[in-house]
């Protein structure tokens, strides 16, 4: 009997890693510590109204971009939940095409606790910024200027003013943000994507021509910030 039990443990633990990449205590196990982590949550695809399928397609093919020029980094798509439609589609594209999971996963999670409450130590995280760079707003961006605390206002605000689609600006935390004193985020990479909501600046009028590219631009400017901090 115990050892049945045994083998179901570790069948889900395996099943466990993985779906959500990482989770719990496994990720010390599973990836090392050490390496270098961006931790990005879906550009585009919740407020901004973007097509999945199409944003699925565009993050793989730019994560394997990336990952082709830089060997020792890993990267690490995140939502609040295990509902996640991007999260499983993008999953799916990464089981076709046998994308290295130690170097590039999924995680189910708030982006703002990432090690506090899963474990996985990242160096930066990016925000699905707006173009003032304003906290608030809902989504990703008003959890990350929250939980960040006032500094990551004034650090922004040191650096850019505004953003246009397409682009990203990397924000090097103050020590003293509860984000790097809790989590161990060093750097927040705001990146603004293409809107696809009619009640939001920049609206694209389901123009995805431009909304690919911009959003293709989106990721390569938040892969080249990351990049920067690499070197
Ligand atoms: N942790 C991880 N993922 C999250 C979290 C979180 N705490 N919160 C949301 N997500 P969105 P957009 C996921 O709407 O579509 C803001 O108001 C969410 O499930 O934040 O680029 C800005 O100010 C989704 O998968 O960003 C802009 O005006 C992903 O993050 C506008 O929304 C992005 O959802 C940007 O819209």
Known sequence: LSSISDTDNLETKE??????????????QVCPDDIPT????SISTSDFQFNLEKAADIIVEQVAEFLNKFRNARLVLVDLSHKSKILSLVKARIAEKNMDTQKFFTHVGDITHLYSRGGLRCNA????ANWRLKPGGGGVNAAIFNAAGPELESATKDKVKSLSPGNAALVPLPSSSPL???????????VLGPNMNPQRPNYLNNDYNKGCKILQDAYTSLFDGFASILR
């Open 125 to 128: 995280i990016a925000n699905a």
């Open 38 to 41: 961006l931790a990005f949550p």
């Open 180 to 190: 790097f004193t809790r989590e161990g985020v060093t750097h927040v990479i705001h």
């Open 15 to 28: 099943v466990e890693t993985q779906e959500v990449g990482s989770a719990g205590s496994h990720a010390n």
